[in-house]
């Protein structure tokens, strides 16, 4: 099987269940309440159950190297896309101050969770999914202070209170513990199916395992909540600009980052994923919620994520090898 038709066979699992989740809001099987519940569930529960049984004993991340630049490889891919969209706004036609934030706040929240994890599960293992939730919270701490603050402004001391959520401290908690073990006994201990501690990995495995699922059917549902919003504000120029820089540029440049950043296999396993992944659906949340430009971050975000589509079983495969996988 050559590399497109094993990204292809990644991808469509994953829009499959997203496009399941588009299907349930629109027939209102999910209700705003439960939508917001699951949502508190996932990333309380079962995102930390993930991050627990992807990260303890992970011998990627008994690599120091990879436990400092996977985060600070986060943080800077967050920054870089903010950059970009601050300084590319004009060549959208966007015009005011308030769109044009929206604008690079968009083009720098990229979509780095719910469809690379089971990206990086299918086409490169365990390692580097463990390796993926580190470089994530690099991006989640840029979020919440830069992002924020391109987006409305304020505090970096407000947007850190929020970064401060349950992943994170697990992410945490679970790495200290591999250093405080060590690589043995870490080791051991996520991979015993009999002694004491097997059935804590085997609830936390179960409950992990529903974080991807339910995470791509509430994207699949925000899609389908935002879509009468979306075609009532369609500008072509927004969204075509969106699409080349976001799917584009700041692709090339992510690819530059896998190239020569001085990692290991995993992280440039993580950065050629995020290469390829559209705007995230987070920042129409941001904008609704501080009063930023909803209209223009809708054209973005959906604009992206429908090209992704075609754009993502193309984009990884063209690029394995040439920034040293196989």
């Known amino acids: 099987m ?4 094993t990204v292809l066979q990644a991808v469509l699992p994953v829009f499959s269940v997203a496009a399941i989740g588009f299907v349930i809001r629109r027939r209102n099987l999910i209700s705003d309440e439960t939508e917001r519940n699951l949502l508190d569930v996932l990333i309380n529960v079962f995102v930390p159950c993930l991050i627990f049984v992807s990260v303890l004993g992970n011998e990627a991340l008994l690599n120091v190297r990879n436990v400092a630049l996977a985060p600070l490889c986060g943080f800077c891919a967050i920054a870089l896309g903010l ?22 706040t968009c083009m720098g929240i990229f979509n ?25 919270t690099g991006a989640e701490m840029a979020v919440w202070t ?9 505090s970096i001391k407000d947007g850190l209170r929020k970064a401060l959520n349950a992943p994170f401290f697990t992410i945490v908690v679970t790495l200290s ?5 060590g690589a043995d006994r870490a080791h051991s201990i996520a991979n015993d199916e009999t002694g004491g501690f097997a059935f804590v990995m085997k609830t936390a495995g179960m409950l992990g395992q529903c974080a991807i699922p339910i995470g791509l059917i509430l994207v ?7 879509l009468s919003e979306f075609r009532s504000a369609i500008s072509p120029r927004i969204m075509g600009s969106a699409v080349a820089l976001r799917l584009g ?14 990692g290991s296999d995993e992280l440039t396993q993580v950065l050629l994923i995020q290469s390829a992944m559209p705007s ?46 196989q």
């Open 83 to 104: 950059a970009v969209g601050r300084a590319t706004a004009g060549i959208a036609g966007i015009e005011s101050q308030r769109s044009r934030r929206a604008f690079a």
């Open 280 to 325: 995230a659906m987070f920042p129409i949340i941001l904008a609704k919620r501080y009063d930023g430009d909803v209209v223009c971050a809708l054209q973005v975000v959906i604009a992206t994520t429908l090209v992704s589509l075609v754009t993502i079983p193309l984009w990884i495969p063209f690029w394995m090898s040439r920034v040293g996988l």
């Open 2 to 5: 050559n590399q497109f038709q």
């Open 112 to 136: 780095w969770g719910y469809v690379p994890l089971p990206l990086a599960a299918s086409l490169f293992g365990q390692k580097t999914v463990g390796v993926l939730f580190v470089f994530i």
């Open 220 to 226: 699949g549902a925000s899609l389908a909540d935002k």
């Open 249 to 262: 540029l700041m692709g090339f440049l992510f690819v530059l980052l896998a190239r020569f950043v001085p």
């Open 177 to 181: 513990l591999n250093f405080l073990l």
């Open 146 to 154: 830069l992002g924020l603050m391109t987006l409305r402004g304020g």
